[in-house]
C-alpha cells in the first residue's frame, strides 16, 4: 500500500492546506520508537506500512500550532501542542484594529500522515477527537486501538494480536482484518466489514 503519492494523501493535502498552514517532515529511529502513541484533536490521521527504514511524521501545522513529539519507553508520543490566543481585531474602513481581546485558537484544519516501516510490529493507539483515521498494510505483533469521536474510519490489510475500535458518531469500513480478537463500535452510524478474520468478533451499531 503505497500512499506517499496516493489520491488519499493528496485529498489530504488539498483539503487541509492553507495560507497560515505549512507541511513539515519530522524522522523518528523504528528502532528506539517501537510502540505508536496519538492523541490529538480535531486531525485526519492516515498511518501506513511503507518500504521506509525509519518513523516519517508528515504533518500539516498551522503558524500558531505545533504537534509535540517525543520518545517515551520505546514508544514515539504525538499529542497537541501549545496553541496560541489569536488576537480580535476589528476591521474599521480597511483597517484592521487590535481590539486589545483574545480569542480561543483554532484546532481545525489539521492533518498528519505516518509512515511506518513494514517491519513495525509494535503496539498502535490512535486517538482524534474529531477527525478522518485510516489505517493500512500492517502487520502487527500486538494491540491495535484506534478512537475518534466524529468522523469515518477506515482499516485495510491488517494483522495484529488484537483490534479494538470505536467510533462515537462516525461510520466504519474494514477490510481484510486479521487479529485474535475484533471488536468495533459505533453508536450512530454503519459498519462495512469484508474478509474479517479472527477467532473472537465483535461489530456493535446502534441508531444506524
Known amino acids: 500500500m503505497e500512499l506517499k503519492n496516493s489520491e488519499t494523501l493528496q485529498n489530504l493535502m488539498r483539503a487541509f492546506a492553507g495560507e497560515s498552514q505549512a507541511r513539515n517532515r519530522y524522522t523518528f529511529a523504528a528502532d528506539i520508537n517501537r510502540s505508536l502513541d496519538i492523541d490529538v484533536t480535531a ?3 492516515v498511518i501506513a506500512g511503507t518500504d521506509t527504514e525509519n518513523i516519517i511524521v508528515d504533518v500539516l501545522e498551522s503558524d500558531t500550532y505545533k504537534y ?4 517515551s519507553d520505546n514508544t514515539l508520543v504525538i499529542r497537541d501542542g501549545e496553541a496560541a490566543a489569536e488576537s480580535e481585531t476589528l476591521n474599521l474602513f480597511g483597517l484592521k484594529i487590535p481590539t486589545g481581546k483574545k480569542r480561543a485558537p483554532s484546532y481545525t484544519g489539521l492533518a498528519m500522515i505516518i509512515y511506518l ?3 513495525f510490529g509494535g503496539k498502535i493507539t490512535a486517538i482524534s477527537t474529531d477527525g478522518d483515521v485510516k489505517l493500512g498494510n ?3 505483533e500486538e494491540e491495535l ?3 475518534t469521536a466524529n468522523g469515518t474510519m477506515t ?3 491488517i494483522e495484529a494480536y488484537d483490534i479494538t475500535l470505536t467510533n462515537a458518531t462516525g461510520r466504519l469500513s474494514l477490510t481484510n482484518l486479521s487479529a ?3 471488536t468495533a463500535e459505533t453508536t450512530d452510524a454503519k459498519i462495512r466489514a469484508e474478509d474479517l478474520t479472527a477467532k473472537r468478533l465483535t461489530l456493535t451499531t446502534t441508531n444506524a
Open 155 to 157: 482499516l485495510s490489510d
Open 117 to 119: 516501516p513494514e517491519s
Open 68 to 71: 509535540k513529539m517525543s520518545t
Open 180 to 182: 485474535t480478537e475484533i
Open 145 to 147: 486501538t484506534v478512537t
Open 43 to 45: 486531525c485526519d490521521i
Open 138 to 140: 500492517l502487520k502487527l
